[in-house]
């Protein structure tokens, strides 16, 4: 969904978040800077923000050194975009963090220091396409060792039938 200069309410704790404009970026992106520093990201604008070299110095000017209101992290949350319930979902395949993501409109939602961690998690994209391919290698092998067993449990069942069948053909 484009952004537009709609105010819209905080997914974690229902408060009005602040729209900061990015100029580097030439976006609004939606702060929780009177509630719980959440961030919501529109529709593939995380991806601006997400590695340790693109720049988010006006995101942390509107959320360092404040002190913010603690939320729950399991409550339901719905998307301020399109209200549709978010899902939970973790940033990359190690399962360490998990956001809040709108499946309708695409939307994401980050509670505080969340863009932090998963900044720090790669030093570069191409760091995070190779932890996946690798977890996909891994998963197909297993995957493929497990249609072998299954292959093999199956030729020694049709050679059993077999016999039995020439035992009872012999009869």
């Known amino acids: 969904m484009a952004d537009t200069l709609q105010k819209i309410k905080c997914p974690a704790c229902g408060r009005e978040m602040e729209k900061v404009f990015i100029p580097s970026e030439g976006i609004n992106l939606d702060i929780c800077t009177q509630g719980c520093g959440g961030i919501f990201f529109d529709n593939r604008e995380l991806d601006k923000f997400d590695e ?9 000017e ?7 209101i603690k939320v729950s992290e399991d409550s339901v949350r719905i998307c301020p975009n399109c209200g549709q319930k ?33 900044r ?6 191409e760091e995070r396409s190779e932890d996946v391919l690798r977890a996909v290698y ?9 249609q072998d067993r299954q292959y093999a449990k199956i030729k020694s069942d049709r050679s059993l039938l077999r016999s039995l069948i020439r035992k009872i053909m012999v009869k």
């Open 52 to 60: 340790k070299d693109e720049d988010i110095s006006k995101i942390l």
């Open 138 to 146: 891994k998963t197909v092998g297993q995957e493929l060792a497990e």
């Open 62 to 68: 509107q959320i360092d050194g404040k002190d913010f």
């Open 86 to 118: 978010m899902v939970k979902n973790y940033s990359s395949i190690h399962n360490d963090i998990e956001i809040d993501e709108c499946y309708s409109c695409g939307g994401k939602f980050l509670d505080r220091e969340e863009l932090v961690k998963i």
């Open 120 to 125: 720090a998690e790669y030093d570069t994209e």
